[in-house]
């Protein structure tokens, strides 16, 4: 058994980083949304999945017409980034904005209300998919440039292209969203806003502009995040957002809500208990418990975080706003 593990070992980690930076890339959303407006944005885990349907649009009708494999990625990255992120802006303007502006101070309102727009917004996807090609469950079309494999350290590691890909996107896209937050004009605005959002606004910054654009980006984050999910898992469904969303809100609770390192870091972790559960405990248990169990340690991780370090990893407090 110690010999089967080891084996498999090397294998587990790089997998769990793949699963890992997709949970990270959709945590970034969440946390974006959570650090100015101190709200649980549910519906971004169908944001995600609206990414993914996109992507898997492009490569369906694009796809014998763009020979190049990586060209075709990027078409689908862009237009599944630009989509998500506006479908990100019009939820907040129709349906969280009003709750601002009403002065709703009960936030178990707008947390049903983003469980609200998520039903809407699997719903209206089915309807479309449904309408368009009479099926539900989309598989990704398959294109050769994207399809490479090689494997590091004598096999130990099977490598496929597009799993490189996903790791190169995450990694660049927590860089640049780090630049963008730090150290440009927006991301000073963005701070401003999430520090106190009346002060910001007597400062001369457009509080309703800066939260439109923050969901913007994180929703395009989700689009982006839904592209490449769907090029690694290849069949989505209109309902393919449910988990991964879940388990991204419980990475960015992990990593420290609020914190864009840090939920990130949430991501990695999470992927790595996860995958290292769903190979493991089959052989541990001697096949008493299967792969499937591999989703209880997600939110059995959420509970004991919540009860040993609420303020997450990296130690992020998470402040009262009066």
Known sequence: MLEQILVLLPQVIFDGFVLGFVYAMVALGYTMV???????NFAHAEVFMIGAVVGVEVFRYLGPHIGNGYLLLVVALLLGGVIAGVTAILVERFAYRPLRKRGTTNRLVPLVTAIGVSFILQDLVRLIEGLWHNEFFLRMRTVE?????????????????KSLILILVSILTLLGLTYLVNRTKLGVAIRAVAQ??????????DPDRIISRTFLIGGSLG?????????Q????????GFLPGVKAFTAAVLGGIGN???????????????NFFGTYLPILTDGNFGTEYKDVVAFLLLVFILLVRPQGLLGQVVREKV
């Open 223 to 231: 689009g982006v995040a839904g592209v490449l999910f769907a090029l």
């Open 34 to 40: 959570y650090g100015v407006l101190e709200l649980i």
């Open 233 to 240: 898992y290849t069949v989505i469904t209109p309902y393919v």
């Open 260 to 274: 864009i390192p840090g939920a990130m870091l949430g991501g990695l972790v999470l992927g790595q208990l996860e």
């Open 145 to 161: 440039d994207l399809e490479g494999s090689f494997d590091l350290f004598g096999g130990a590691i099977f490598v496929q292209t």
């Open 196 to 205: 106190d959002l009346q002060t910001a606004s007597l400062m001369g910054i």
